[in-house]
C-alpha cells in the first residue's frame, strides 16, 4: 500500500511539472454550438407569406384593411410579479392586506439580450459568443 501511494504522488507530481509544458489549446465552436447559442432563424420556405397558403396557393386576405400600422419596439419590459397572499397563504382581507402583485423585479429584453433589474442574464463572452455564432 506504501509502495502505491508513493507511486501516486510521484505520478501527480510529474504531471505538476509537465503542466507547464502543454502545449496551449485550442477551442473550436461548432455549428451544434452555434445552434444552441442563437435564436432560431426559420428557413424562407416555411416562413409566413401574406396570400399564400401553406402549399403556395393564393389566398385571400383576412384584414379588412385601414387597420394601423404597429412599430414593434426595439426595447421591452416584462414586470414579474408574485401574489403574496397566495403565495404565503395570508387570509384574504383586502382592507386589511396589500400584497396581490408585488413587484420582485423587471425583465427586459434589448439589443438582442435579456436583463433582469437592470443586470444582463448572459454574460458578455456568452454575448460575444452569440453574435459571432450569428454572423457564422
Known sequence: MVGTDILLVA???GLFL???QLPAQTIRVTDRDCTALVA??????????????????PVIPA????APKIAVPKEF???ITVDLQKRLGIPVDPNQYQTSDFTVGTVTWKDGRAWFNGKALQSD?????AALCRKR
Open 11 to 13: 505520478i501527480v507530481f
Open 18 to 20: 509537465c503542466a507547464g
Open 40 to 57: 432560431h432563424q426559420p428557413a424562407a420556405d416555411v416562413a409566413y407569406r401574406p396570400g399564400v397558403d401553406a402549399r403556395g396557393r
Open 63 to 66: 384584414d379588412l384593411g385601414g
Open 77 to 79: 419590459n416584462i414586470p
Open 125 to 129: 463572452a456568452e454575448a460575444r459568443l
